[in-house]
T-cell receptor, first 112, second 112 residues
Framework: GENVEQHPSTLSVQEGDSAVIKCTYS??????FPWYKQELGKRPQLIID?????GEKKDQRIAVTLNKTAKHFSLHITETQPEDSAVYFC???????????FGSGTQLTVLP | GAGVSQSPSNKVTEKGKDVELRCDPI?????LYWYRQSLGQGLEFLIY????????KSGLPSDRFSAERTGGSVSTLTIQRTQQEDSAVYLC??????????FGPGTRLTVL
């Protein structure tokens, strides 16, 4: 089955700096890669996603890149703000398995 | 419109008791997922329902766990003879064929 590895597990950045979180996946059939943000005690919220037919997607300060050959994808947050502090999860969706496999999460702390 | 809802929001039970957790998906969503999230951990897949197809139960940790989905809408996750290691937040998500999953607020289960 699919295996998703995510790193780093914790990341601290100064406000205004950029943050990058990386994930690798094992199943070459995976074709959908969402990123979720989970604030303490809250539900995971979708912040951006990418499908395998594109290499990059951007939404304001957030961007995701996908390298299908290397089977890795990354989340980029620019001009970080304290409210970006949360746990971020990547996931991969295999069309055959019809379910998401999640990474282990990254605790992002933006220091004011 | 209304998002995914779950009840109860918190459940405290004694070891050995049975519990039922409920999930109301977004109207029209054909797929429904259950996940378990232990404190500070990632999302562990439990079970997946898609329309009238047989559910994917591959993530259920033991035969004490079961789930059903009545009428293609509401789902109930049942844990029999609860153990302390069952303590976690149980999250439900639903999606359409686009694969984007939307999460409910979760049920925090504490087994004493």
């Amino acid at each position: 089955g699919e295996n998703v590895e995510q790193h780093p597990s914790t990341l601290s950045v100064q406000e205004g700096d950029s943050a990058v979180i990386k994930c690798t996946y094992s199943d070459s059939a995976s074709n959908y890669f969402p990123w979720y943000k989970q604030e303490l005690g809250k539900r995971p919220q979708l912040i951006i996603d990418i499908r395998s037919n594109v290499g990059e997607k951007k939404d304001q300060r957030i961007a995701v890149t996908l390298n299908k050959t290397a089977k890795h994808f990354s989340l980029h947050i620019t001009e970080t703000q304290p409210e970006d502090s949360a746990v971020y999860f990547c996931a991969a969706h295999s069309g055959s398995a019809r379910q998401l496999t999640f990474g282990s999460g990254t605790q992002l702390t933006v220091l004011p | 419109g209304a998002g995914v809802s779950q009840s109860p929001s918190n459940k405290v039970t004694e070891k050995g008791k049975d519990v039922e957790l409920r999930c109301d998906p977004i109207s029209g969503h054909t797929a429904l997922y259950w996940y378990r999230q232990s404190l500070g951990q990632g999302l562990e897949f439990l079970i997946y329902f898609q329309g009238n197809s047989a559910p994917d139960k591959s993530g259920l940790p033991s035969d004490r766990f079961s789930a059903e989905r009545t009428g293609g809408s509401v789902s109930t996750l049942t844990i029999q003879r609860t153990q302390q290691e069952d303590s976690a937040v149980y999250l439900c998500a639903s999606s359409t064929s686009s694969d984007t999953q939307y999460f409910g607020p979760g049920t925090r289960l504490t087994v004493l």
